[in-house]
């Protein structure tokens, strides 16, 4: 079983900062997707990377993977009150993704 | 129109019953989950489903039934609940095991055992 460490586990910060959370493992990763969740919502992917040392835009979302596929990054570019929620990373596997702790996001207005 | 739908969306009960949750898919996915988030937020998977085959079952005990009668619905009965089945529990569905288009989630079923 990999073990999946996502952090920090709480970040609140103020609209129009910056911030950015990580994903990492001692495993390495075919792939891994990131999802938010809303409170009273399901989670919904936001993106999905694969090659090592990818970077993938979301409007104010950036995704990084690491070059050797252990880590990943999501950084939140001047964050907005609608970017609060849980963001969760999910490595790949086959008929499961486990995901990690999650990382609790609070955008104050 | 609701890619993924679970009822009820509140459940209360209390301990020992018997109480049954749906969930059904409209995308034609192959694959279908459930999952429990604990108090913490903690997402576990429970079972996985593949055109009505068990794929997975997570170590569950034999109180949760899934039942999937046809790919596009898969039922979760739970039988003799039990305060720590109080939980939020997710059916989510993807287009085949490997879920490289990721997965799609229901809203949720927050059960509350008493």
């Known amino acids: 079983t990999q073990l999946l460490e996502q952090s920090p586990q709480f970040l609140s910060i103020q609209e129009g900062e910056n911030l950015t959370v990580y994903c990492n493992s001692s495993s390495v990763f075919s792939s891994l997707q990131w999802y938010r969740q809303e409170p009273g919502e399901g989670p919904v992917l936001l993106v999905t990377v694969v090659t090592g040392g990818e970077v993938k835009k979301l409007k104010r979302l950036t995704f990084q993977f690491g070059d050797a596929r252990k880590d990943s990054s999501l950084h939140i570019t001047a964050a907005q009150p609608g970017d609060t929620g849980l963001y969760l990373c999910?490595?790949?596997?086959?008929?499961?993704?486990?995901f990690g702790a999650g990382t609790t996001v609070t955008v104050r207005a | 129109d609701t890619a993924v739908s679970q009822t009820p969306k509140y459940l209360v009960t209390q301990m020992g019953n018997d109480k049954s949750i749906k969930c059904e898919q409209n995308l034609g996915h192959d694959t279908m989950y459930w999952y429990k988030q604990d108090s913490k937020k903690f997402l576990k998977i429970m079972f996985s489903?593949?055109?009505?085959?068990?794929?997975i079952n997570e170590t569950v005990p034999n109180r949760f039934s899934p039942k999937s009668p046809d790919k596009a619905h898969l039922n979760l009965h739970i039988n003799s609940l039990e305060l720590g089945d109080s939980a939020v529990y997710f059916c989510?569905?993807?287009?085949?095991?490997?879920?490289?288009?990721?997965?799609?989630f229901g809203s949720g079923t927050r059960l509350t055992v008493v």
């Open positions: 489903y593949n055109n009505k085959e068990l794929i």
């Open positions: 999910a490595p790949s596997g086959d008929y499961k993704l486990s």
């Open positions: 989510a569905s993807s287009q085949d095991g490997t879920a490289v288009y990721g997965y799609t």
